[in-house]
């Protein structure tokens, strides 16, 4: 570790402000040398290069090229559910589409392309087998007979009632040269066309988009034989993802088994009875409250989009026309009344039960429900419920509750072997190669998983504190803390419980059994409870945490930690964190009510992890003679994230967490956090979050990081490079501000949870536990990575339910020249540093504290007179609500904790 001191950093001073950088291994400030760590078990690592600066004219950042593959570990024999494609050579022809009218969904748009084909099968198509991508993109295997000049085609669609009528026009774009593609995968360019790329996997894809319902790039079907539903009138659909991977030496279809929630194909009536929970619709005598309405309105017209879900009517025979929802009517229909227009052309008002008793001779059996109203809001154009299906197919984009989501889960986790069962059982059942239109392009696919070569690393030893100073080694990413103490405990002194549970839930004596057990617990943990609370009181509502805790800061001015109760999901606790972390800057730890009552050893013990950092204590470090080398400098690991609103939200803000290592260890970290526009992809506060954390460091360890380790969670392949671009430059922004010609070495990786590929053993011995999956350190570098690119996959934990997902890592920057077994064992010693348990994680601690700040800032932007979490349309941060200022103000941790893990 560093020594310990604390400096003032100068804040964005002039050039010099804090002197050249040292040698390696040496203090900046004429302290005492670091002393320098022995090589580590991969030998020293290469000394760092001063990064070139580019100027903004200057081209943009290219990811570097893999320094070399991995060889430390056991080897392991795997499969990954990649299938080789192989690829005919040559080129296919691209034209762009254009229909009129526009703005046809892309199924329809599919049809029209379909039927076109078809009816200028002769003239134009000559026996092939085009490919369309549902928007502008058509393809062909050989040049269509229309040269170079724009075509205009007349397509008709029968239709309900009148046939539709289509204007496509069709033109050259482009010739794809596979062979740029080939030279790519062989290593011999480093640029990937992905022109050729996208053309390969419109012609994969176009079969079944047509036979089944395409959602993003995963396919679903109706259920058929099973059924899985999650209430509300949800339902969980299977099916399967489908996308083309460049790799070593050829391309690869990655396959897998995938599942979403729908809504039910069933009577509007049944939904709204499964969204209001109403058992039996004979029971609903009367209109719907308004709380009802609303709950049902909020379900039936917000899907993410502007409109609601599309109904279709029943009660006009075979015409089952389709229309949207954009509301629900606030009057039953036996009052709603609309303008009717009479045959005379006087206007009259007319109740929607009249009219449908008049013209259609129904008698409604729910006059007392409210109508929906369809189509443009402006038309009144209003339906019974009880005339209404809602149509199947449609993806259900809100966010699942939170029994939804257990339900979900229970459904769709598989072991390891299972699921690839099913994965290998759906390829034979897709049968690529009797597809026409593979056929036509000569692609084919091989049915058999790709084998693959990993490696299992060595899992870090734990070190802890206390007396003993015990070591814990980890296997299979597990390991105990029973008869160890904290690398460094914090004593309580002063704390107090605060239980906003109602007393016949949550009984006195239960509270003080509870006291009794966590000062047991914590005591032979090495984090010392002295003496009971020096306040212990019931409290109700949201209203009471401020003034109660300010209360308490007042009366007892020692006071560090404020233990708070609830009685499971309420308001309370987005209070009491942004009251305890924003107002007055106290140590908050929550603990649910049945865990009062309901003791266990290892909730008390999770506790204790959480409560001792955030406190400012260490519950253990990475062995230090185990370590890489690369710790003998003083280095910073920062984690980056940005989460964003739910889907459907079209307003609040997103939030950019960025987090840094505060010590050698690496153990404490401290955050920075900032509200930014709506869905931006892009850190835009980058170069001042930065900033703040390498001066915290300096203040914290007395030395200036040589190398910045980023691991930046959240972007998706597409935004690689404008992350990159804008990211890099921020960082070097915030070091040069600090010191002219102050450049530490940047190492930027991005990791990927949200990926398909998924690894099973080939040897049933090497499966771990119940589910069969890959062993905790499971690294892949070869066969399924980038063909030029440094990336890897490491499966850092231990699958408990269902099959691990490996996470992705692909290095976009690398001044420090890491070697692939340095930067794989860096990264899996990382994910056992991660304070809230005794397990190695999925993705390095860094990048998950900083989904962690960002998760909590959506709670310090909660008001306190609403629901708290996600998906609760109370949070502030709407355009109208707050300005940026006031949302910034709002995230804004007290000083009292910013040096701590207020978060954990």
């Avoid at 304070?835 to 504290?849: G, M, Q």
Wanted: hydrophobic share 35%.
């Amino acid at each position: 570790m560093y020594p310990q001191s604390n400096p003032v950093m100068p804040p964005c001073g002039p050039p010099g402000a804090i002197g050249q950088p040292p040698p390696i291994g040496q203090s900046p400030i004429g302290q005492q040398p670091m002393h320098p760590r022995p090589p580590g078990p991969l030998g020293p690592l290469a000394p760092m290069v001063p990064p070139p600066m580019p100027s903004d004219t200057e081209v943009k950042f290219k990811p570097p090229i893999r320094p070399n593959v991995g060889t430390q570990g056991r080897p392991i024999m795997l499969r990954a559910n990649h299938f080789q494609v192989t690829m005919p050579q040559g080129v296919i022809h691209h034209y762009d589409i254009s229909i009129l009218p526009d703005k046809c969904p892309r199924r329809v748009n599919r049809e029209i392309i379909d039927t076109m084909v078809q009816a200028y099968q002769t003239k134009i198509f000559n026996g092939q087998r085009p490919v369309f991508d549902g928007r502008k993109n058509l393809y062909s295997r050989d040049p269509l007979p229309i040269g170079r000049e724009k075509v205009e085609l007349e397509v008709t669609l029968p239709g309900e009632g009148k046939d539709r009528v289509f204007k496509v026009s069709i033109k050259w774009v482009a010739q794809v040269s596979l062979f740029a593609l080939e030279e790519a995968l062989q290593g011999r360019t480093r640029n990937i066309p992905f022109d050729a790329i996208q053309a390969l996997d419109v012609v994969m894809r176009h079969l079944p988009s047509m036979k089944y319902t395409p959602v993003g790039r995963s396919f679903f079907s109706p259920p058929e034989g099973y059924e899985h539903p999650l209430g509300g009138g949800r339902e969980v659909w299977f099916g399967f993802h489908q996308s083309v991977r460049p790799s070593h030496w050829k391309m690869m279809l990655n396959i897998d088994v995938s599942a979403t929630a729908f809504y039910k194909s069933q009577p509007v009536v049944e939904f709204m009875c499964e969204v209001l929970d109403i058992r039996d619709i004979n029971e609903q005598r009367r209109p719907l409250t308004d709380s009802q309405r609303v709950k049902f309105t909020k379900e039936i017209r917000a899907n993410g989009y502007s409109a609601g879900l599309k109904v279709e009517i029943t009660h006009c025979g075979s015409m089952r026309r389709k229309y949207r929802v954009c509301n629900v009517t606030r009057r039953p229909a036996q009052t709603q009344s609309f303008p009717l227009q009479l045959e005379s052309g006087q206007t009259v008002e007319c109740t929607v039960a009249k009219y449908f008793l008049d013209r259609y001779k129904m008698k409604l059996q729910y006059p007392h429900l409210p109508c929906l109203q369809v189509g443009q809001e402006q038309k009144h154009t209003y339906l019974p419920l009880e005339v209404c299906n809602i149509v199947g197919g449609q993806r259900c984009i809100k966010k699942l509750t939170d029994m939804q989501t257990s339900t979900m889960i229970k459904a769709t986790a598989r072991s390891a072997p299972d699921r690839e069962r099913e994965i290998n059982a759906l390829v034979r059942k897709a049968d690529f190669n009797s597809d026409p239109h593979l056929q036509t392009f000569g692609i084919g696919i091989n049915y058999r998983m790709a084998d693959v070569q990993g490696r299992v690393l060595l899992p870090p030893k734990i070190l802890y504190g206390g007396r003993t100073k015990a070591q814990a080694v980890p296997n299979q990413g597990v390991w105990d803390m029973r008869g160890k103490q904290f690398y460094n405990g914090i004593e309580i002194r002063t704390w107090a419980i605060a239980c906003f549970a109602p007393q016949r839930t949550v009984r006195e004596d239960a509270l003080r059994n509870f006291t009794q057990q966590l000062q047991r617990l914590s005591n032979d943990a090495g984090m010392p409870i002295l003496g009971q609370p020096c306040f212990c009181k019931y409290a109700t509502g949201p209203d009471q945490v401020e003034p109660m805790f300010r209360y308490l800061m007042g009366l007892y001015p020692g006071l560090q930690l404020i233990v708070v109760v609830l009685p499971g999901k309420t308001p309370v606790y987005a209070e009491v964190k942004r009251v305890g972390d924003i107002l007055v800057g106290i140590a908050t730890q929550c603990v649910q009510a049945k865990n009062v009552n309901k003791t266990s050893p290892q909730t008390l013990s999770n506790l204790c992890l959480k409560i001792n950092v955030k406190l400012g204590g260490v519950n253990n470090i990475l062995q230090p003679g185990a370590r890489h080398a690369v710790y003998s400098d003083p280095l910073i690991f920062i984690g980056a994230d940005v989460t964003h609103p739910p889907v459907g939200d079209c307003s609040r803000p997103s939030i950019a967490a960025v987090v840094g290592s505060m010590d050698g260890h690496p153990s404490r970290y401290a955050a920075t956090v900032r509200v930014q526009a709506h869905r931006e992809e892009i850190i835009q506060e980058l170069t001042s979050m930065v900033r703040e954390l390498l001066i915290q460091f300096y203040k914290s360890t007395g030395f200036k990081p040589q190398r910045i380790i980023f691991y930046r969670d959240g972007v998706s392949e597409g935004q690689f490079d404008k992350v990159l671009d804008h990211e890099l430059r921020a960082i070097r922004q915030a070091c040069v501000c600090l010191e002219g010609g102050y450049q530490p070495g940047i190492t930027f990786v991005v990791v990927q949870k949200r990926h398909h590929t998924r690894l099973f053993c080939a040897d049933r011995r090497d499966q771990i536990g119940k589910s069969g999956n890959i062993p905790a350190g499971t690294t892949v570098d070869i066969g399924i990575t980038h063909p030029t690119e440094f990336d890897f996959f490491l499966c850092s934990h231990a699958g408990i339910q269902g099959t691990s997902r490996p996470s992705h890592y692909h290095v976009l920057w690398d001044d420090n020249q890491f070697t692939a077994d340095d930067l794989q064992i860096m990264t899996y010693q990382l994910c056992h540093t991660y304070v809230r348990c005794t397990r190695s994680v999925s993705i390095p601690a860094p990048a998950y504290y900083a989904h962690l700040v960002a998760f909590r800032a959506r709670y310090h932007l909660v008001e306190k007179d609403h629901d708290s979490g996600e998906g609760s349309s109370h949070i502030s941060g709407n355009g109208d609500d707050r300005s940026k200022t006031a949302m910034d103000k709002a995230v804004t941790v007290h000083p009292n904790i910013l040096k701590v893990m207020y978060f954990a």
